[in-house]
């Protein structure tokens, strides 16, 4: 199964015949013998093809980064409680973290994802439905295959349920496409990226394709000329990643995808912060991806239209008890 491919269905059909000796002998005269139909034996589907094995590389890779999870979590990071006593904010606190977390990109457009280049951006969101599409390499194992489709649909509705915008999972003609792909698929993904993105930049593409070991997971968006909502966004993640790492690429890749694209160093608790304190969405990311789609605000704003709004909305939704 390649790129592209779906998750495979394996039909098992059992077929058992047995052979006997007999004496044959004349029916009764009044008896009409009606001949056997021919057995038509059911068509076996084919089994799908096994995964490729992993380049050393790919091995490798995958030690490291089960090193780093467990590193992280002895240090107490990659929470996925969403927040609590501690990790206490304001509605001030809330405001300015929209802000900066959706009114700036974290890369400029032709970057090379190995420098964080944090540049003012208009407000961004999806003004149409997504169809969105999970696609594995070929070294992918099947059972890791059904857990990240599981982890992907549960968490688009979550987040389709946060923001208002439909959600279906659709292969043919998907505007967000979620890969998860070893090392050695990602060094072959050139092509199919080029044909979902025609006019990706050959910066973009080399730094997908090239991918630095502290890049974790990534995740593109393209629009209309002149326009900013979103027309087609497309996720990589790693597939060596261990579960919770690989689930936290998801919570943040797919919601960074929904138009928070940046990361904010004062933003707390939240996974947009590159302390890697929280793996999975909080409370307060829950609120971020709320004001992002609330009416109150229009896809294209800049920020100096946008945030006395954001500030108005990040008051409503904390008197309401959010925190």
């Known amino acids: 199964m390649g790129i592209g491919g779906k998750l495979r269905c394996l039909g098992l059909f059992a077929v058992m015949a047995s052979t006997a000796g007999c004496h044959a002998f004349a029916p009764p005269s009044d008896v009409v013998e009606t001949p056997n139909p021919p057995s038509v034996e059911p068509n076996k589907p084919s089994p799908p093809p096994e995964p490729l094995a992993p380049s050393e590389a ?3 890779l995958a030690v490291y980064y089960q090193r780093l999870q467990n590193d992280l979590l002895t240090q107490g990071l990659l929470r996925g409680d969403g927040g609590g006593p501690d990790t206490q904010f304001t509605d ?3 405001a300015r973290n929209f802000v900066r977390i959706a009114l700036f990109n974290e890369y400029r457009d032709d970057s090379d994802f190995r420098n964080a280049n944090s540049t003012v951006s208009k407000l961004r969101r999806w003004d149409d439905p997504i169809r969105m599409a999970v696609s594995f390499g070929q070294t992918v194992p099947y059972a890791q295959r ?5 982890s992907v649909r549960s968490y688009a509705a979550r987040l389709s349920r946060i923001t208002g915008v439909p959600i279906k999972f659709e292969d043919e003609n998907a505007n967000f496409h979620v890969f998860f792909l070893g090392e050695d698929d990602r060094r072959a993904f050139e092509p199919q990226l080029r044909q979902l993105i025609p006019t990706i930049s050959d910066a973009t593409v080399r730094a997908l394709i090239d991918l630095p070991r502290d890049q974790l997971c990534v995740v593109i968006g393209t629009f209309a000329p002149g326009r900013s909502h979103y027309t087609k966004a497309i996720a990589v993640i790693r597939a060596e990643h261990p579960n919770l ?6 919570h943040e890749e797919l919601a960074q995808g929904m138009g928070l694209a940046n990361d904010s160093p004062s933003a707390r608790p939240s996974i947009f912060n590159d302390d890697e304190e929280f793996a999975l969405l909080t409370t307060h990311d829950e609120l971020l991806l709320q004001m992002l789609y609330d009416p109150r605000l229009e896809t294209g704003m800049d920020p100096a239209t946008a945030a006395p709004i954001a500030r108005i909305i990040a008051r409503d939704l904390m008197a309401q008890g959010a925190s």
């Open 92 to 94: 001030t606190q809330l």
């Open 58 to 60: 790919s091995k490798q």
């Open 146 to 150: 059904d857990q990240d489709i599981a």
């Open 245 to 250: 790492m690989r689930s936290a690429c998801i």
